[in-house]
Structures are given as C-alpha cells and as structure tokens.
C-alpha cells in the first residue's frame, strides 16, 4: 500500500503560477512512474504529466510548454510547477504513482486548481 500526500492547490488569475507537490509513503525505488491527473466538472480524467524513474517524461499536449514535473527520489517526491495558467486548466489535480513490481495503480486525495479570467 503507498499513501500520498498532495498539496499546492489554490486560486490563481490566469498567467500566473502554482506548484504542486506529492509525497508518497513508499520510497522511490519501489515506484516506476509518479505523475499527475487531472479531471475538471463534467469531463473525465486526463493524464496531465508524467515521469518514470528512468527520467523519462511525458506531457498532455495542452500543458507542454507551460508545465513541468521533476522529481526527488530521495524525498519521494514529485512536483508540477505550473505556469501561465489558464482557465481551462481549473481541476481537481490528483497525484498518481504506478509501483515498480505490480504495476498497480495509487491515488492522491486531489488538490483543487482554480484558474480565473
């Protein structure tokens, strides 16, 4: 079982920034990818970001360019800094890490992005 911790979220005016961070009760080494999710009312989840412990990243294509995930092993951490907002990025922003061995799937609680115009 992982346990993760998000914060980060908040009320921002469109073009400006947040960061998001996620902290997961499993150490590193037994995690492949660490990414964030994102689902906004009335539509489904999307992938938003993600990193495997390879370094490999991948990113939405509404986000490249604005948005960058990293990662600290030694903390167990990942994080999304988010720039330029937009208001069609407000979401409720979940973190989401995949284990190494099983392949199975864990959720954060979400952290609320509220973006106005």
């Known amino acids: 079982q992982v346990q993760l911790v998000e914060s980060g979220g908040g009320l921002v005016q469109a073009g400006g920034s947040l960061r998001l961070s996620c902290t997961a009760s499993r150490s590193s080494s037994s995690i492949n990818i660490m990414g964030w999710y994102r689902q906004a009312p009335g539509k489904q989840r999307e992938l938003v970001a993600t990193?495997?412990?390879?370094?490999?990243?991948r990113y939405a294509d509404s986000v490249k360019g604005r948005f960058t995930i990293s990662r600290d092993n030694a903390k167990n951490t990942v994080s999304l800094q988010m720039n330029s907002l937009k208001p069609e990025d407000t979401a409720v922003y979940y973190c989401?890490?995949?284990?190494?061995?099983?392949?199975?799937?864990?959720w954060g609680q979400g952290t609320q992005v509220t973006v106005s115009s």
């Open positions: 989401r890490v995949d284990a190494v061995i099983t392949g199975r799937a864990y």
């Open positions: 990193m495997a412990n390879t370094g490999t990243t």
